[in-house]
């Protein structure tokens, strides 16, 4: 479902400075061609810098600074360039940034009580703001859309490295797996099912349900507050939860329903617009002795077909892994801690440990036997590992390492494109700052002119 936090007291503390500040004189302390830069705007930057749980460091507002410069000359160039956003970009932006300050509040009222002004307000507030800094990201992005990078180039960066600064790498391993998780027959749920229906029976008649809430959901995220999820939009609950949310009338009860939760019944407290105010009461569904059992039965099967090499290891994972995020790539695990690049090689402490442990003996090629593994959404399942490949810790070299010197090779190409197109836009546009910013480290480039 959707985890609400508690009041977050650095919320509180950086919306009172936010609007402390709000009321002292602005002033002017930069330009930048035919666009200014208040005080105001670097305080509210500033304030959400604190917002996001950052400690107090007055030297951050030279940064920021620093970013609404170069803000500033990149959207001056998407006027040029016809570089536009859509209205319903920015929209979406906005209504995403809420349901983040949403979320760190503990739920609508609590944010609105904080910013003394409606959400409708502050998003009209901010949507200028949010609107330039979508033109500047696709300025940015039209900048070094044509920028690649050639295997010659990759050599000649990497030769250009001197040989005491190369990089040292950990071990790393290529693991795919195939998962398998039991799946309950209808009677098999039906227990469940009787709970939280037995508990809806009870609200029907008459017992408080926020304390059924408290005392029995399975909700970490809202049963302390009783049941309650604040206010949210169609996007924010899956889609079983969202339907019966935004069709039912305010204090109307749900049915029981089922997700990939559990069983659930809800409440609607309130409708705001596109937002509504729900609580609800959540039984999960445990796997039963039976069920674990046939997924194990289920999982060894296929493993006794890939071992025997009836079936390829990436077609067995595509046709019956139950793990989403690795089924469509063939089995293989990619490295969390590296999204961009989307690389299958993991530093071996990066592993989870019950996968290190299986493959920790194991030869490049192998399958482990399944083994039982508990998911990080809490989920008990089934599963055996595939290592494809493994180095051991080593100073970066370009045979083994290409696809990260690669990687290295471009950021570098792409951050001298970058520098050269802005240093050209300097030398042709007038800038001013403020003395009070003058000495900043940050901003020496920009003050020099």
Same mark, same amino acid.
């Given at each position: 479902?959707?985890?609400?936090?508690?009041?977050?007291?650095?919320?509180?503390?950086?919306?009172?400075?936010?609007?402390?500040?709000?009321?002292?004189?602005?002033?002017?302390? #930069?330009?930048?061609?035919?666009?200014? *830069?208040?005080?105001?705007? *670097?305080?509210?930057?500033?304030?959400?810098?604190? $917002?996001?749980?950052?400690?107090?460091?007055?030297?951050?507002?030279?940064?920021?600074?620093?970013?609404? &410069?170069?803000?500033?000359?990149?959207?001056?160039?998407?006027?040029?360039?016809?570089?536009?956003?859509?209205?319903?970009?920015?929209?979406?932006?906005?209504?995403?940034?809420?349901?983040?300050?949403?979320?760190?509040?503990?739920?609508?009222?609590?944010? +609105?009580?904080?910013?003394?002004? %409606?959400?409708?307000?502050?998003?009209?507030?901010?949507?200028?703001?949010?609107?330039?800094? &979508?033109?500047?990201?696709?300025?940015?992005?039209?900048? /070094?859309?044509?920028?690649?990078?050639?295997?010659?180039?990759?050599?000649?960066?990497?030769? =250009?490295?001197?040989?005491? =600064? $190369?990089?040292?790498?950990?071990?790393?391993? +290529?693991?795919?797996?195939?998962?398998?998780?039991?799946?309950?027959?209808?009677?098999?749920?039906? =227990?469940?099912?009787?709970?939280?229906?037995?508990?809806?029976?009870?609200?029907?008649?008459?017992?408080?349900?926020?304390? &059924?809430?408290?005392?029995?959901?399975?909700?970490?995220?809202?049963?302390?507050?009783?049941?309650?999820?604040?206010?949210?939009?169609?996007?924010?609950?899956?889609?079983?939860? %969202?339907?019966?949310?935004?069709?039912?009338?305010?204090?109307?009860?749900?049915?029981?329903?089922?997700?990939?939760?559990?069983?659930?019944?809800?409440?609607?407290?309130?409708?705001?617009?596109?937002?509504?105010?729900?609580?609800?009461?959540?039984?999960?569904?445990?796997?039963?002795? #039976?069920?674990?059992?046939?997924?194990?039965?289920?999982?060894?099967?296929?493993?006794? =077909?890939?071992?025997?090499?009836?079936?390829?290891?990436?077609?067995?994972?595509? &046709?019956?892994?139950?793990?989403?995020?690795?089924?469509?790539?063939?089995?293989? *695990?990619?490295?969390?801690?590296?999204?961009?690049?989307? /690389?299958?090689?993991?530093?071996?402490?990066?592993?989870?440990? /019950?996968?290190?442990?299986?493959?920790? /003996?194991?030869?490049?090629?192998?399958?482990?036997?399944?083994?039982?593994?508990?998911?990080?959404?809490?989920?008990?399942?089934?599963?055996?590992?595939?290592?494809?490949?493994?180095?051991?810790?080593?100073?970066?070299? $370009?045979?083994?390492?290409?696809?990260?010197?690669?990687?290295? #090779?471009?950021?570098?190409?792409?951050?001298?494109?970058?520098?050269?197109?802005?240093?050209?836009?300097?030398?042709?546009?007038?800038?001013?700052?403020?003395?009070?910013?003058?000495?900043?480290?940050?901003?020496?480039?920009?003050?020099?002119?």
């Amino acid at each position: 479902m959707k985890k609400i936090s508690g009041i977050i007291i650095v919320l509180l503390a950086s919306v009172n400075v936010l609007f402390a500040q709000s009321t002292t004189i602005n002033k002017i302390v #930069a330009v930048v061609g035919d666009n200014i *830069i208040l005080q105001s705007d *670097i305080e509210r930057e500033y304030s959400n810098y604190i $917002l996001q749980g950052n400690p107090q460091n007055p030297e951050v507002k030279c940064q920021v600074l620093q970013q609404m &410069l170069t803000q500033k000359l990149l959207t001056q160039q998407a006027v040029i360039d016809s570089v536009t956003v859509t209205d319903d970009e920015v929209t979406n932006e906005v209504d995403r940034r809420m349901r983040v300050f949403v979320q760190r509040a503990g739920g609508q009222e609590r944010l +609105e009580q904080f910013l003394n002004r %409606s959400v409708i307000q502050y998003k009209d507030e901010i949507r200028p703001d949010v609107r330039e800094q &979508l033109v500047a990201n696709k300025m940015h992005s039209k900048i /070094t859309e044509n920028v690649g990078i050639t295997p010659l180039e990759v050599k000649r960066y990497f030769e =250009s490295i001197p040989k005491d =600064s $190369l990089p040292e790498y950990n071990a790393e391993v +290529e693991v795919g797996e195939v998962v398998a998780y039991p799946k309950l027959t209808k009677a098999e749920k039906e =227990s469940f099912k009787n709970k939280a229906e037995a508990l809806r029976a009870r609200v029907k008649a008459g017992e408080d349900f926020a304390t &059924l809430a408290r005392l029995y959901s399975e909700d970490p995220g809202s049963a302390a507050e009783g049941g309650d999820l604040g206010f949210f939009d169609r996007t924010a609950m899956v889609k079983e939860f %969202s339907a019966l949310a935004f069709k039912l009338k305010a204090n109307e009860l749900s049915q029981v329903f089922e997700s990939d939760f559990g069983f659930h019944f809800l409440q609607v407290l309130e409708r705001r617009g596109e937002q509504v105010r729900a609580r609800h009461i959540l039984i999960k569904i445990e796997p039963t002795a #039976a069920s674990l059992e046939r997924a194990r039965l289920h999982i060894d099967s296929i493993y006794q =077909s890939v071992a025997a090499k009836k079936i390829p290891f990436s077609t067995a994972a595509s &046709l019956y892994s139950d793990n989403n995020d690795t089924k469509y790539n063939g089995g293989m *695990i990619m490295n969390a801690e590296n999204v961009q690049s989307r /690389t299958t090689y993991i530093p071996t402490d990066k592993l989870d440990p /019950t996968i290190f442990f299986a493959i920790d /003996t194991m030869k490049v090629g192998k399958y482990s036997k399944p083994f039982p593994f508990t998911a990080r959404d809490g989920k008990k399942g089934y599963r055996f590992v595939y290592l494809k490949s493994k180095t051991e810790p080593h100073k970066a070299s $370009l045979d083994k390492d290409f696809p990260k010197i690669k990687e290295i #090779a471009f950021d570098d190409k792409v951050g001298r494109t970058v520098s050269e197109w802005f240093e050209k836009r300097r030398e042709s546009t007038y800038i001013k700052i403020d003395p009070e910013y003058q000495s900043c480290s940050d901003l020496s480039m920009w003050v020099s002119k």
